[in-house]
């Protein structure tokens, strides 16, 4: 198994998102321990997390809101300043080894021209509003493997989430790596490595190395 490029999720993958929640919760004017806890419950049921703006306001239009809240200078947006500390550094490392780099995520479209400001060389910035497709949809692993031209198997895809990023990127023929960290990876943590990621890191910084261990033979998908 040799890896050629490194395609990243972003959301809790690259992106610390307690921010852009607590925007929200302080919008809705819910105190933000309840609303980050009705996240948390949400996820451990397996439901959309567009259930935790239901349960407080009924009926609620994302799309109005949002644009309410970039109204009033209070955008929920990702920012460059809410990386992960871990994000660059591995970055240029993996950079530095020759892995071709890109970014895919359910992400609003203006997201991939703040990603793509990183001093980082990304072949692409995929953003699910821009491709009209979201995870976990197939469509959205085949477009990844369209915009590389690399066999599925030469793409390592990398996502905090085992329903939206390991398990339908794996079904794809990506390798899929499961990074342990945010809300979806602890709270649907079972101390297991998923069946199906090739890969299970903590930190982006044990990535580069990671991935050595499938070039070389001794990693294991699944185990």
Same mark, same amino acid.
């Given at each position: 198994?040799? #890896?050629?490029?490194?395609?990243?999720?972003?959301?809790?993958?690259?992106?610390?998102?307690?921010?852009?929640? =607590? #925007? &929200?919760?302080?919008?809705?004017?819910?105190?933000?321990?309840?609303?980050?806890?009705?996240? +948390?419950? $949400?996820?451990?049921?397996?439901?959309?997390?567009?259930?935790?703006?239901?349960?407080?306001?009924? +009926?609620?239009?994302?799309?109005?809101?949002?644009?309410?809240?970039?109204?009033?200078?209070?955008?929920?947006?990702?920012?460059?300043?809410?990386?992960?500390?871990?994000?660059?550094?591995?970055? %240029?490392?993996?950079?530095?080894?020759?892995?071709?780099?890109?970014?895919?995520?359910?992400?609003?479209?203006? =997201?991939?021209?703040?990603?793509?400001?990183?001093?980082?060389?990304?072949?692409?910035?995929?953003?699910?509003?821009? &491709?009209?497709?979201?995870?976990?949809?197939?469509?959205?692993?085949?477009?990844?493997?369209?915009?590389?031209?690399?066999?599925?198997?030469?793409?390592?895809?990398?996502?905090?989430?085992?329903?939206?990023? $390991?398990?339908?990127?794996?079904?794809?023929?990506? $390798?899929? $790596?499961?990074? %342990?960290?945010?809300? &979806?990876?602890?709270?649907?943590?079972?101390?297991?490595?998923?069946?199906?990621? =090739?890969?299970?890191?903590?930190?982006?910084?044990?990535?580069?190395?990671?991935?050595?261990?499938?070039?070389?033979?001794?990693?294991?998908?699944?185990?």
């Amino acid at each position: 198994m040799t #890896v050629r490029a490194v395609v990243f999720d972003v959301g809790e993958t690259l992106v610390d998102e307690t921010r852009a929640w =607590a #925007v &929200w919760a302080d919008w809705l004017g819910v105190p933000r321990l309840t609303f980050f806890s009705m996240l +948390g419950a $949400v996820i451990a049921r397996g439901r959309h997390h567009r259930e935790v703006f239901e349960r407080f306001r009924p +009926g609620i239009d994302l799309r109005v809101e949002a644009n309410r809240l970039g109204i009033a200078g209070r955008s929920d947006l990702l920012s460059l300043d809410d990386l992960y500390p871990d994000v660059l550094p591995a970055l %240029r490392r993996l950079t530095e080894a020759g892995y071709r780099l890109a970014l895919a995520g359910n992400q609003p479209a203006p =997201a991939a021209g703040i990603l793509s400001a990183m001093d980082v060389p990304f072949e692409f910035v995929g953003t699910s509003a821009a &491709w009209g497709v979201e995870k976990p949809s197939r469509a959205f692993f085949d477009r990844i493997v369209e915009e590389l031209r690399l066999p599925p198997g030469d793409i390592a895809y990398v996502g905090d989430r085992v329903d939206n990023d $390991v398990r339908p990127a794996a079904a794809a023929g990506l $390798v899929a $790596v499961f990074l %342990r960290r945010g809300p &979806w990876g602890w709270v649907l943590d079972d101390g297991v490595r998923p069946g199906e990621a =090739a890969l299970a890191i903590e930190s982006l910084a044990e990535l580069p190395a990671a991935l050595g261990t499938l070039d070389d033979g001794t990693g294991s998908r699944g185990r």
